[in-house]
């Protein structure tokens, strides 16, 4: 089925679960774009989707929805170990593809589909959602300017009760997250890595890990990931030698604090307090107005518009390939028992 120039872009959804609703919801608000079908094997989720979306047509399976000549650009949210075969469907019938994260559980896998999209001249795009958070943006901005001065480390809490996936474990459920935002907003890649975790609930699935990203220059970040913590935590830290960041995921009301906070000097014994003071330098700290934008929107229309003129995404298959050799390495640090690894 052909298309004009002016028509909208037609996407089929595959995976309508937890995730999957809340893409099929954004894309069919999207201009420039119709949901033109979805697939989901399972029947509940199936025609409550059907109900919602009735122009929508519902298939049981992904080929049956790719055969059907419906779609041309596809939008995947299965679980993870199902994310290369859709991958390899979508390419099979010439389709533009958003693949959600993990965007593939192997660098040989991304690889695989990195080489494919760009031989084919299709859109792949990985789902990293917190790439197009209007909050994400300003800390990129702030760190590329150089405001922050040269930056020192990055902490990072990704934390709560569930929800616990079954096919892959914390690292890789939550991780990309963290790793994709500091990616974009860093412009570099991590030089090695080292990574321990602990398991509880599942045999052979972490559920809480916690890792070190050594980048150029010598910056570290220090990520900890857990489904078992009473707390919902979202949070990031940026340390530079002039400015700090505080980013607060769960806090609508001050997403980011800018802190004018610095260390003026060595450590050094103080003769007196006022002296420690002295060389403490704390300034203002501000709360920047932000865009009041879904973050997960404005990632769908930025796939649409790719699509639509031939522009290349923001988090593209390279970017879903660095994140997947960064999570790669972490795996393969922990099965060393946290031994430090290259991630390049």
Known sequence: MSRGKDDPLRVGVAGIGYWGINLLRVFHEVAGCRVAAFAECDARKREAAAARYPAARAFESLDAMLDSGLVEALVVATPAEHHEAAARAALARGCHLFLEKPFALSVASAQAMVDG?????????????????????????????????????????????????????????????????????????????????????????????WSTLSFPGGMRAHLELSWISPLKVRDMVWVGTRRMIQYDDVDPAARIRIYENRLDGPAQAYDSYGTHLAAVRSGDVSVPTLPNEEPLRREAAHFVGCVRTGERPRTDGLHGLAVTRVLEGLERSMRQGGASVGLR
């Not at 709560?160 to 860093?186: E, F, K, M």
């Open 117 to 209: 999209f760009e031989r084919a001249g299709k859109t792949l795009m990985a789902g990293h959602t917190f790439c197009y958070n209007p909050a994400v943006e300003r800390i990129r901005e702030e760190v590329q300017s150089g405001r922050l001065g040269r930056l020192l480390y990055v902490t990072s809490r990704r934390l709560s009760l569930g929800q616990v996936r079954t096919g892959v474990n914390v690292l890789w459920n939550l991780a990309p997250h963290d790793v994709s935002i500091l990616l974009y907003c860093l412009g570099a890649v991590p030089e090695r890595g080292a990574a321990t975790g602990s398991v509880f609930l599942q045999p052979g699935l972490e559920d809480v890990v």
